[in-house]
């Protein structure tokens, strides 16, 4: 559980040790404890960058905070848990109107991540000419993932995206980056990810 804790370097590459915890990850990380919001505290001590940070209220828009670590059948709202083959999950924790995108590796249809990121010529590398898929307009964060062990692990080095796709009673298509390549594949759906929302495209 991140608490209140925010990434303070959302594009870095360097990582912390495989399958360690929070304590040792401190250099990537700003604890905010004070009765201010997060954000606006983080912004009044520096510790933010406030010409990337929107703050109104309890209201913010920092594309590089890293959100929450869901399984997937909490990322689908447990409506995947009941899939034991190759399907898409009917629900997601996504609003209205939104989903999580498909993500076999070679679907193109219009709500997958494949051709989201084929339309930035990004679907092997995180970077293509002027492209970059954490910075605008995509702003994917090297988040990392959470083992079923508890373990946060890649932050700042890695990113994972569940998909709304399953490929067996076990595992799940996702999206994963690093600092020098892309790849669609699958994991077990119990290891805690990030989730990216789409529009329903029809």
Known sequence: DLGEYVKTSPTATTSCT??????????QFTQITSGMTPY??????????AENVAVSGNQYDA????????????????????????????GSICPIGWRLPKGDGINTENDSFYNLLDYYSLTSSPTSGNNNIATSPLYFVRNGEVYPESCLDGVGSSGSYWSGRASSDMYTYYLSFTSRQVGLSDRYRGEGYSVRCVANWK
């Open 40 to 49: 606006t505290e983080a912004i009044n001590e520096g510790k933010l960058p």
């Open 18 to 27: 495989s399958y360690s915890d929070l304590s040792e990850c401190t250099s």
């Open 63 to 90: 594309h590089f905070l890293a959100g929450n670590y869901y399984s997937w059948g909490a990322a689908t709202a447990g409506t995947g848990n009941d899939i034991a083959d190759v399907g898409d999950a009917s």
